[in-house]
């Protein structure tokens, strides 16, 4: 699943430096200078990689550069799937809910908030770049700061918090975070009504099968279409 290969994309950095094929952190030079893409130019991606949790894609007829160098950051674009290769109930394509494995999910990598590759299930991988595909449609890039967790991943988060480690805030139980089922989506949103990204999803969230799901977390939606076709954006537990 590669969904930037028939995209037109834009240059929105002046500095757009174009790297070498064998080494993405070194740059192409001509006349003693780093070569550029200029600004407003419109390419084609015919490949990405993940360096150094840095996205990096090769624009056609240019060269590589980093992703953040496109208008919105390549933000959204899935890149690869994940097949489940076992059934280890603490694997990395294991989804959990409420202390209970359910299954092995297939996943998909798609680049989230500040560059970052974060997963998505792909049960439900159409309904989710729905949602964000319609909302950056309407000028309101929707970035992804979390999506599906591991069960180590939720272990590690939920032991620094235990720990009260620097960085680490509240976290559930391995098994038992709402992100461990492949449904639960974090994006970018520091504020309620007012929030350009908040009001959105407030307003059109529902018509992709998406509400509120947790009390005082204005960023936190799920997949819950069944809550969704009710017409409301938020469930009944849900007070701010």
């Known amino acids: 699943m590669k969904s930037y290969l028939d995209k037109t ?14 080494d993405l952190l070194s740059y192409v030079m001509e006349n003693g200078k780093p070569k550029i893409i200029p600004k407003g130019t419109e390419i084609k991606i015919t490949d990405a990689r993940v360096w150094k949790d840095t996205v990096f894609v090769n ?6 550069t980093a992703g953040n160098n496109l208008k919105n950051g390549f933000l959204n674009e899935t890149l690869s ?14 989804a959990w809910d409420a202390g209970n494995f359910l299954r092995q999910l297939t996943l998909v990598e798609v680049v989230g908030a500040d560059n970052t590759i974060k997963l998505i299930s792909n049960d439900i991988a159409e309904f989710y770049l729905a949602l964000v595909r319609a909302a950056e449609k309407d000028g309101v890039p929707m ?3 979390s999506g599906f967790r591991t069960y180590a991943k939720q272990e590690y988060l939920y032991n620094g918090y235990v720990k009260k480690l620097p960085h680490f805030n509240l976290a559930a139980k391995p098994g038992f975070s709402n992100h461990e089922d492949g449904y639960a989506y974090d994006f ?11 009001d959105w999803l407030k307003k ?16 936190h939606w799920e997949y819950r279409p069944e809550i969704a076709a009710t017409g409301v954006y938020k469930t009944a537990r849900v007070k701010k």
């Open 9 to 22: 994309f834009t240059i929105a950095d002046s500095q757009a430096r174009i790297r070498q094929d064998d």
């Open 59 to 64: 624009a056609e007829g240019w060269g590589w």
């Open 81 to 94: 799937v994940i097949e489940p290769t076992g059934n280890d109930k603490k694997g990395p394509n294991a």
């Open 143 to 145: 970035p992804l700061k």
């Open 188 to 198: 970018a949103i520091a504020g309620y009504e007012g929030n350009p990204r908040y």
């Open 204 to 219: 059109n969230a529902p018509r992709f099968g998406f509400v509120r799901t947790v009390n005082k977390e204005p960023w």
